[in-house]
């Protein structure tokens, strides 16, 4: 049943990244909207989601928010209590079925960049950097990129390319010595659900969000979009959704 009462963009972003997320899995999970959605998951249709933290911590219950990839809540009650180390190896021996990204700008074939805007030594912007974003993107299996749309962000060609999605298209991934069959999954925005097309690893739309249009997400892309045979409505936040996020997951609003 769809909620009648108002959400935000960030709640909708936070409903549609859980939506995505598979009972069982392993996800390596970030701060801010991957957080909520993975709490959001484990308490709707995943509750048994296993949320992986850069500092090591697996599978914790996520009865409270963390407030960061380090709190120790990242480590309450979980059956791994390891280190940073101990996670990479985990992703890089393909345990690691799903990771969540962000970025400031991506391309057509799912590459991020989380460096700079403009040039590299002059830039007009300099951003944190990776962090663990390319061991992410180089070792789950399936990447899912959580952001908001805008053609500033959906560019033709990265300023700086920091994780690997399909690169250079079809194959590329492969050359480059990565894992045959992993990488980029989905793209989840304010305007729509994305996805790649098989063959050729271009981003194509899947759904749309609530009162967009195709043409408002062309019109925010940089880029030609390919489009399912079979698009559809991505459908709200319902009323269940947005009362566990705002009374269990995040009462005190620290994201939404």
Not at 144 to 154: E, L, P, S, Y
């Amino acid at each position: 049943m769809a909620a009648k009462e108002a959400y935000n963009k960030s709640e909708m972003l936070i409903c549609s990244a859980a939506r995505q997320m598979e009972d069982g899995a392993i996800c390596f999970i970030g701060t801010g909207i991957p957080m909520l959605a993975a709490a959001l998951a484990k308490r709707t249709h995943a509750p048994r989601l296993v949320a992986a933290f850069e500092f090591g911590g697996m599978g914790p219950d996520l009865e409270r928010l963390p407030v960061a990839v380090g709190d120790s809540r990242t480590f309450h009650r979980a059956p791994v209590a390891g280190s940073i180390c101990d996670l990479m190896e985990a992703a890089a021996r393909g345990m690691v079925e799903y990771g969540f990204l962000g970025g400031a700008q991506i391309d057509m074939f799912g590459n991020l960049n989380a460096t700079v805007i403009g040039d590299h030594d002059k830039p007009k912007v300099r951003f944190p950097g990776s962090g663990g974003a390319n061991d992410i993107g180089s070792l789950c299996w399936r990447t899912i990129a959580v952001m908001r749309h805008g053609k500033q962000r959906f560019v033709p060609r990265l300023d700086f390319l920091t994780t690997a999605g399909y690169l250079t298209g079809p194959g590329a991934r492969e050359r480059a010595g990565l894992a045959p069959g992993a990488g980029p999954f989905r793209v989840v925005t304010d305007l729509a659900i994305l996805g790649y097309e098989p063959a050729s690893c271009r981003m194509q739309v899947l759904k749309l969000q609530p009162g967009a249009t195709l043409e408002a997400v062309r019109a925010e892309t940089g880029f030609e979009l390919l489009v399912a045979a079979d698009l559809a409505d991505n459908p709200p936040p319902t009323a269940e959704e947005l009362r566990l996020l705002r009374e269990e997951i995040d009462p005190e609003h620290l994201y939404t």
